[in-house]
């Protein structure tokens, strides 16, 4: 209940944020982890409890994405890095901006954005294939890499006329510059959580403290979790109160980064052996 009380206040009448469907959501954004062949049967372990139809695979560069339908409406799942350590290397390594078309004079991670275009067009395709053209309601996931791949979705898909309903997200890096951050909080407030855990080490990358300060920023609002679900969580809606979420910590455990809402959001969450067939 004060969680609930606190998303209203801080969301000033907008949609208050759910914990029932971020559980449901981490779920769903822990299958992108699995392989190919249960998701198309949809059958790869508890992360697949829900009535989940017309499952189709996309392939990007280094990860892919599945596009369904759930509860009559589309969903995309868009997968992250399979190896946490990589990942941490990758940020630091790959801490570049790029200008981006669809956001008026934005930048983001050019390793984020390839991504998201190697999987750009057959996500829109397989929407469209599924009856769920521009002028649906579509909705989203992701964790970690695959959470920056969801918020870029969702920038472009809006932009080519889609409509997003709802997305929740799980360990997401920092993705785009102040104005990317701007346009899209004020954008999606409401209907877009960004979700972080405890120690969790993601969230704060790529770092600000390079060679170069690209002067990332992230999405708000962020719902924090500092321990377990049912020690409840807090909900900033600015950088001005981040310091009572993720920003608080100094240091760092990558298991946090693999556990959300209680739910094994990586490939540990699949079927045993699940990984080994592709």
Known sequence: MRGAVLSALLLGGDAAYSEDRAIEF????????????????WDCGSNCAANVTSVNICQGDSTKAWVGI????????????????????????????????????????NGFLSEYNSLRVCVQETLANLGFGPGSSIRTTGHSLGASVSILAIMDLTKEGWDIEESYDFGRPRTGDEQFAAIFSDRFKGRVWRMTHSRDPIPHLPPADLIVDWHFEHVYPEVYYRSSVDKGYVICDTADSNSNCAEQMKVWNLVDHSDYMGVLTSHLGCKIFDNIVV
């Open 26 to 41: 981490a779920k769903l954004a822990g299958t992108a982890y699995c392989s190919k062949k249960s998701l198309l049967t």
């Open 70 to 109: 759930w509860e009559g409406k589309p969903m995309v799942s868009f997968e992250g890095t399979g190896n946490v350590a990589g990942i941490v290397k990758d940020l630091e390594a790959w801490h570049t901006s790029i200008g981006w078309s669809q956001c008026d004079n934005c930048k983001v991670h």
